[in-house]
T-cell receptor, first 116, second 109 residues
Framework: ETGVTQTPRHLVMGMTNKKSLKCEQH?????MYWYKQSAKKPLELMFV???????ENNSVPSRFSPECPNSSHLFLHLHTLQPEDSALYLC???????????????FGQGTRLTVV | EDQVTQSPEALRLQEGESSSLNCSYT??????LFWYRQDPGKGPEFLFT???AGEEKEKERLKATLTKKESFLHITAPKPEDSATYLC??????????FGTGTRLQVFP
């Protein structure tokens, strides 16, 4: 256990469904991240929140909508997804922004998403 | 363009057979590099942070080194439990962490 918990672990959804992924950390970290991991591709940063404010939106389609209600919780709201959105979605947190290099990212176990 | 490349893509080793994984990068203003380990179905797990060229870090059978252009993860006398995908990552100014595609290591008894 890394201290970062993601739910659900697995999710199958239709293209017209709306679902949400949840991430929770009780490490006292100030930054939280959503990453997408597809087969044969590097981890792709989707969103970064620092002190509950979004600081990075890496050209992610609007069908993905993040929410950070407080420093311990991060959500990824999904709607009208496409089959190519099927992937492992990873949440991570760090004490400080990663560019500072005085901290590392702690990752959750991920949500395996399948869009049918 | 900022880029991180890892090689080989996959590596099969006999238990006890030492080897090295490579991570090369082209980024401006490198401030350091991370190594992570990822087991199947799990999120990456932090291994090392390297801050400057010439630095080395060790943990059990793993040793990470850094030059101005690349980093190596040396595995000495690996065991089957070392089997995993090893990822390197480089941070950018925008709090973006660029990952390589990883090296999938399999160690056979």
């Amino acid at each position: 256990e890394t201290g970062v918990t993601q739910t659900p672990r697995h999710l199958v959804m239709g293209m017209t469904n709306k679902k949400s992924l949840k991430c929770e950390q009780h490490l006292g970290h100030n930054a939280m991240y959503w990453y997408k991991q597809s087969a044969k591709k590097p981890l792709e940063l989707m969103f970064v929140y620092s002190l509950e404010e979004r600081v990075e939106n890496n050209s992610v389609p609007s069908r993905f909508s993040p929410e950070c209600p407080n420093s311990s919780h991060l959500f990824l709201h999904l709607h009208t997804l496409q089959p190519e959105d099927s992937a492992l979605y990873l949440c991570a947190s760090s004490q400080d922004p990663l560019w500072a290099m005085n901290t590392e990212a702690f990752f959750g176990q991920g949500t395996r998403l399948t869009v049918v | 363009e900022d880029q991180v490349t890892q090689s080989p893509e996959a590596l099969r080793l006999q238990e006890g057979e030492s080897s090295s994984l490579n991570c090369s990068y082209t980024v401006s203003g490198l401030r350091g590099l991370f190594w992570y380990r990822q087991d199947p179905g799990k999120g990456p797990e932090f291994l090392f942070t390297l801050y400057s060229a010439g630095e080395e870090k060790e943990k059990e059978r793993l040793k990470a080194t850094l030059t101005k252009k690349e980093s190596f993860l040396h595995i000495t006398a690996p065991k089957p439990e070392d089997s995993a995908t090893y990822l390197c990552a480089v941070p950018l100014d925008t709090d973006k962490l660029i990952f390589g595609t990883g090296t999938r290591l399999q160690v056979f008894p």
